[in-house]
């Protein structure tokens, strides 16, 4: 066993057996057991009062000072730079400077916005100018991807946790046998260890972990979009831009057609500022066009719960929650939605949350910054002709 | 058609909490059930073997008492179930994960394996890719609809995040589906007979031909190093007075949080 109990020190407590994640200690005889259900996750070892819990993971020594330099994959859609890569170039460059390291930018397919990847903070840019690279192909994504890390050896990678990262930069910590941390909202240094701390919710939200990744380099991981701030902007700075030959791979996969129906387009939850979203009690599929007309004021788009997807209201391309899309932007407003769990873990780690429900005793209002109790019928169109008119400061 | 759909065991995540006090998970009572998605994994499989003939077998890793989620599975119609089980696998990252269940894919043969999008415990997605990078074969991620399948291709529609994209995949291939692929039956009376009677092999890691260094803890690069409670949300206000100050407050509120 990696980890044990040293039954002389254990006190039978019981403080393990609550934080362990998978139910996998007992008390026995009033000493703590370790069953099989173990993952030898290791939430047990720092929470032992006794210290009576032995953390026997070995520590291969690494040869981590072979790699050097902070990188970011810069996603582009139609030749535009995503905005999360100029969230990886603010966090990027944070980490860059504490590491004093360069800051590397990766850029796949054609884009007029090479240079703003420097202007955002980048030292470098890796560049692969050809029309092959327009859509994804995770296989040549991760082969190209997996060369020029052979070759550079940076020490940190990051990528945005979106639909592009999150589906090949996988294949590219299995061929290399790295650590790989998704969906990551903080990110800090390990002052000791020089380790990236990578910090991410698990269970749906409901709990925060710190994962590391001690003897492997690259360090990647996948990060959220919309949670880390831009870097400073500087229209003069200036560096390098390398271009890159492109692979000549027999491709298994062809894109045919990237269809952009027009709801599509304003569905870009993750990227959204501001969403109104609407539930059950919106009541009717017509009661979305004051979702929308209220959103479009607001410079933001349209979400929904479930149960109005269930209705057949809204596509579920719209659907917050468990089985639908996590969001986070600044301001998130819940017009008829009650706040079930399943809808909570998508949208609580919204900055601002505005709940609107004529039930007080709403869930929702638990998690609700700003709360309005009563009827969305009657708050929503004041709310649009207020804005429309102005209020006063 | 040769189909492998794998599937996890997850705890309902929307019961886990955290006790802000002590910084220690609650989980009295939480259930053990099917990750979501993958219900939808094996609803694909299913709907293809109807399609064009086959095989359906689901396999998943984890302790012997995951092997509920493959009798589950098995009411649902599948052919087939196996359990990959060993306490050398134990402490598995995603990584060491997506190389067992590769090397249990090697061994019984496929030429499509469906993955979920994500399990809910974890939420990361990476399982399904990594599994296709080790068995060198192309995936494609978060697949809302399969338009056409042949013997050697299939088109399938891929879910972006600002569109959806028609895709030629050719087979052997590996995808991982979005709920809005398609509705999970429930289980059949004779399904349900079969579940009860089903004899599930269980594989160990000499079974499957795995290398010690690759897999449970020694094969996993990440570690978690602790677990807290997330950062409580800040203030909580109600806003009162008739609809018209509510909404006036809201918006001063708001312009001063330089939301608007
Ligand atoms: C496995 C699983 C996964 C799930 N995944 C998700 C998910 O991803 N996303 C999700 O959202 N849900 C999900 N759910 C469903 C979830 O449990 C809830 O059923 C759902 O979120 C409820 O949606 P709702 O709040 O719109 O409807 P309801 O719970 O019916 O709430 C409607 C609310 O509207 C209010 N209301 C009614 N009329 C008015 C009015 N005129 N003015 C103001 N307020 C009004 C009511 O007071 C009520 O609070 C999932 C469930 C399961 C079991
Ligand atoms: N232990 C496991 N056994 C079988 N399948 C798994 C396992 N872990 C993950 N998967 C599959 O991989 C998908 C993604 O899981 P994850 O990468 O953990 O989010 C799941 O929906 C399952 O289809």
């Given amino acids: 066993m990696l980890i044990r109990i040293d039954i002389e020190k254990c006190t039978g407590c019981g403080t393990c057996v609550s934080v362990c994640p998978f139910a996998a200690i007992i008390i026995k005889e009033d000493k703590a057991f370790i069953t099989e259900a173990c993952t030898l996750c290791g939430a047990c070892v720092e929470s032992c009062p006794e210290n009576a819990i032995i953390d026997e993971r070995g520590k291969e020594g690494t040869k981590a000072e072979e790699f050097k330099g902070v990188w970011i994959f810069a996603e582009q859609s139609r030749g535009k730079i995503a905005s999360v890569a100029y969230e990886l170039l603010g966090i990027g460059r944070k980490l860059a400077d504490e590491l004093k390291s360069e800051l590397c ?289 | 058609m040769n189909i492998i759909v794998c599937v996890k065991q997850v705890p309902d995540v929307t019961e886990v909490r955290i006790d802000p006090k002590t910084n220690t998970l609650i989980r009295e009572g939480v259930p053990s059930i099917m990750n979501p998605y993958d219900l939808h994994a094996v609803e694909a499989g299913l709907q293809l073997k109807d399609k064009v003939g086959g095989k359906v077998t689901v396999i998943t890793m984890g302790p012997p008492q995951a092997e509920e989620v493959l009798r589950e599975a098995i009411s649902m119609g599948v052919d087939d179930a196996i359990l990959l089980t060993d306490k050398r696998f134990a402490g598995a990252d995603t990584w060491a994960t997506a190389y067992t269940l ?41 697949v809302r609809s399969i338009d056409s399948v042949s013997d050697s291709e299939m088109v399938i529609e891929r879910l972006m995040d600002d569109c959806y994209e028609k895709i030629a995949l050719t087979l052997p291939a590996l995808i991982t589906v979005v709920k809005e692929l ?52 800040g203030e909580r206000r109600i806003l009162d007075g008739t609809p018209e100050e509510q909404v006036e407050t809201l918006i001063r509120e708001l312009r001063r949080l330089r939301c608007l």
Wanted: hydrophobic content about 40%; some cysteine.
């Fill in chain 1, 105 to 393: 930018a990766v850029l796949f397919g054609p884009s007029d916005e090479v240079e703003e990847l420097i202007k955002w903070g980048a030292d470098k840019v890796y560049y692969v100018n050809s029309q092959d690279y327009t859509y994804l192909d995770d296989e040549l994504y991760s082969k190209t991807l997996i060369n020029l890390i052979e070759q550079y050896k940076p020490e940190i990678l990051l990528a945005g946790a979106t639909a592009i990262g999150r589906s090949f930069i996988p294949r590219v910590a299995a061929r290399l046998k790295v650590g790989l941390t998704a969906d990551c909202t903080g990110l800090e240094i390990d002052r000791e260890t020089g380790n990236l701390l990578q910090i991410r919710p698990a269970f749906g939200g409901n709990i925060m972990a710190t994962i590391v990744s001690p003897t492997s380099r690259p360090q990647i991981a996948t990060v959220r979009p919309r949670v880390m701030k831009r870097g400073e902007y500087k229209s003069d700075r200036t560096g390098e831009i390398i271009n890159i030959s492109p692979l000549k791979l027999k491709g298994r996969i062809k894109v045919l057609e990237r269809v952009e129906d027009t709801s599509f387009c304003k569905v870009n939850l993750q990227d959204a500022k501001v969403i109104v979203s609407g539930g059950r009690g919106l009541g009717s599929p017509e009661a979305f066009s004051i979702l929308w007309e209220l959103a479009s004021l607001l410079g933001g788009t349209v979400g929904a719960s479930r149960a109005a997807v269930d209705e057949g209201w809204i596509p579920y391309a719209h659907q917050v929650g468990q089985t639908g899309k996590t969001v986070c932007p600044k301001l998130y407003i819940a017009c008829g939605i009650s706040g079930a769990v399943q809808h909570l873990v998508g949208m609580q780690s919204s900055d601002i949350i505005v709940a609107i429900n004529k039930d007080p005793n709403a869930p929702i209002f638990n998690v609700a910054t700003y709360g309005i109790v009563g009827d969305l019928k009657i708050i929503l169109p004041l709310m649009i002709k207020k804005l429309q008119e102005g209020v006063s400061e």
């Fill in chain 2, 182 to 233: 398609n509705t999970p039956r429930p289980p059949s009376i004779r399904g349900k007979m079969a579940a009860k009677k089903a004899n599930i092999p269980r594989w160990n890691a000499d079974d499957i031909e795995a290398e010690e260094e690759n897999i449970g803890l020694k094969g996993s690069p990440t570690m978690v190093k602790n677990i807290f409670a997330p950062p409580p949300r």
């Fill in chain 2, 102 to 142: 590769s090397k249990a894919a090697k061994k019984l043969g496929f030429d499509l394996i469906i993955c979920g999008k994500q399990a809910i415990d974890g939420d990361t997605a990476q399982v399904g890719p990594e599994m296709a990078e080790f068995l060198d074969i192309p995936h494609v991620s978060y």
